[in-house]
């Protein structure tokens, strides 16, 4: 069973930067297009960027220009790197797998962008 667990969320003053992590283990990660979504408190879970497996990125409009998404597959990582952050981006960040069913949630990481 594949396990996901997210780092480096945290309080940042907007138009500040942060670097997101979501480390999978299992063998099977490099097989998988990767996304990263975010959901703010009463929202639904929204898809922010997702990359192939041979590293395509496509992004939400509301973060073109400002979110890079990138991967490691010999770490089985996907990184996400957010800069000029507004109090819109507050929310849980969270990872997976795209198209297929998702594996088990992580838990996480808290993103709160203050003005």
């Known amino acids: 069973q594949v396990q996901l667990v997210e780092s480096g969320g945290g309080l940042v003053q907007e138009g500040g930067s942060l670097r997101l992590s979501c480390a999978a283990s299992?063998?099977?990660?490099?097989?998988?297009?990767m996304g990263w979504f975010r959901q703010a408190p009463g929202k639904q879970r929204e898809l922010v960027a997702d990359i192939t497996s041979s590293g395509t990125a496509n992004y939400a409009d509301s973060v073109k220009g400002r979110f890079t998404i990138s991967r490691d597959n010999a770490k089985n990582t996907v990184y996400l790197r957010m800069n000029s952050l507004k109090p819109e981006d507050t929310a849980v960040y969270y990872c997976n797998r795209r198209w297929v069913s998702p594996w088990p949630w992580g838990q996480g990481t808290q993103v709160t962008v203050s003005s």
């Open positions: 299992g063998s099977m990660f490099s097989d998988y297009r």
